[in-house]
């Protein structure tokens, strides 16, 4: 009885999104040119079809999940397909579109697989070592590809991906099923120091591991954004699972004196620093301080309501479809614009939540807040970067911005939390559940 209403309100929201992402694609296109409907409408067409008939494999097989999860997925890549489309109409729209369906086929192909998430805690260990295996491979010489001093790509011929984007699912998952076995032992406090009870020494090994880790891909790849993004992500599910803020604040330390490493060892990362600090420096702005400052010039020019799709000239900012994709839509949505779509990521992480208090396990909720973890970090992250709020790191914005590891790795993060959520049916109650969710204390 619970299912129908869920998945009707599903199927409602669904068209609602695809009605606002078909506009979206159909304004974006008609500012480039009559004559290009007629080489959109099969694009649009194809990718309703396919939203739709993720819909209805959900109502076979993912009945009761949470309805709002894939309309708001949707919602965002239809907007983001628009502005990649509008930046680069033959080069990065096809290419994106391609992916986009690639994805779908890929989050009902989970879905039909994954038919049980407890699963996936028994292949918990191979799990860890292929996130640790993919993380690393970029580092292999060969193989990886460097791209503006990060060297977070893997190459074969002319294709090329990043593997750290389907590191993160596999890491998330290890850390899960690892933390839900060992809680127990991780919360006790034996020690006692400054006033203060702590675990002791010795349960701080997977923190320092995960520090190393992390200091490896700052080293090896160059990359502060991924080493912060996956360290973070570590931290907080360490937190749920131990409610234990030593961790936190340890961790804290530690990525702050990798962090502070990073800054005297590699010019590239003092670089970036420095564009934060001073971008508009007479000096930089010509070179490398010029891409952060078409970002701030873009939100500015934008205001309130922007400048409508196709109107602006996010052109002019360096590698817009990327990084800088938040910014394009500043400035031809506005602030109203950005408003909605940053809403829509909060109602995401939200749900994701949500889904973690409900699960009816650790393994799940842990599962749950870890993967709503990546996309909470992920996306302060990088609009923390384009509105210079952090130094900019070379981080995606999830199912928006331009890149097909990205997209995909996203959609089969997206089916397995709607597993988690499907499965959680009956939740206990609301005190006892975020008692349990924050360590079961």
């Known amino acids: 009885m619970l299912a129908a209403p869920r998945r009707n309100t599903e199927l409602s929201l669904l068209i609602l999104a695809l009605i606002l992402g078909a506009g979206a694609l159909a304004l974006v296109v008609l500012a480039l040119g009559p004559d290009e409907i007629t080489l959109a409408t099969p694009i649009m067409t194809v990718l309703v079809v396919l939203y739709i008939a993720a819909h209805i494999i959900m109502r076979r097989v993912a009945p009761k999940a949470d309805p709002t999860i894939l309309p708001t997925a ?9 502005v990649v489309y ?8 096809p290419a994106q579109v391609t992916w986009t369906l690639v994805g779908l086929v890929l989050f009902t192909g989970t879905l039909l697989l994954l038919r049980d998430y407890h699963a996936l805690s028994s292949y918990k260990y191979l799990i860890g070592f292929a996130g640790v295996f993919m993380l690393m491979l970029p580092a292999f010489p060969g193989i990886g590809r460097e791209v503006n001093g990060a060297r ?20 998330v998952t290890f850390f899960a099923a690892y933390l839900a076995e060992r809680k127990e032992l991780l919360s006790i406090a034996s020690r006692r120091f400054a006033g203060f009870r702590i675990p002791d020494p010795k349960h701080f090994g997977p923190l320092v591991v995960m520090w190393g880790l992390s200091l490896a891909v700052m080293i090896l790849e160059k990359d502060l954004g991924s080493s912060l993004l996956f360290f973070s992500i570590f931290l907080v599910m360490l937190y ?36 934060w ?35 602006g000239r996010p052109d002019l900012i360096p590698a817009a479809e990327t990084d800088f994709v938040f910014s394009a839509l500043g400035e031809e949505l506005g602030l109203f614009g950005t408003a909605a779509i940053l809403l829509c990521f909060l109602l995401l992480i939200g749900r994701g939540l949500r889904i973690a208090l409900t699960a009816r396990d650790d393994f799940g909720r842990l599962l749950a807040a870890g993967l709503t973890a990546i996309f909470g970090i992920q996306t302060v992250i990088i609009l923390a970067g384009v509105t210079r709020l ?17 997209l ?31 360590g079961g204390r």
């Open 74 to 82: 949707a919602l965002l890549n239809g907007i983001g397909l628009a």
């Open 240 to 275: 749920i699972a131990t409610a234990r803020i030593v961790y936190t604040l340890l961790g804290t330390l530690l990525f702050a004196l990798g962090a502070w490493f990073s800054y005297a060892t590699f010019s590239h990362v003092r670089l970036r620093v420095q564009v």
């Open 408 to 438: 995909l790795a996203n959609f089969v993060l997206v089916a397995i939390l709607i597993r988690v959520s499907h499965q959680a049916t009956d939740a206990p109650p609301p005190a006892a559940t975020a008692e349990i969710l924050i």
């Open 152 to 171: 977070l790509w893997v190459g074969f011929g002319d294709f090329q991906f990043q593997p750290g984007e389907f590191a993160k699912v596999l890491l």
């Open 390 to 406: 952090l130094p900019l790191t070379g981080i995606t914005l999830p199912f928006m911005s331009y890149g097909g590891s990205s």
């Open 86 to 93: 509008r930046l680069g109409p033959e080069a990065f729209g």
């Open 277 to 311: 600090l001073d971008v508009f420096n007479p000096r930089l702005i010509d070179d490398e301080s010029y891409q952060m400052a078409q970002s701030l010039f873009a939100l500015a020019t934008g205001g309130l309501f922007g400048t409508g799709f196709g109107k």
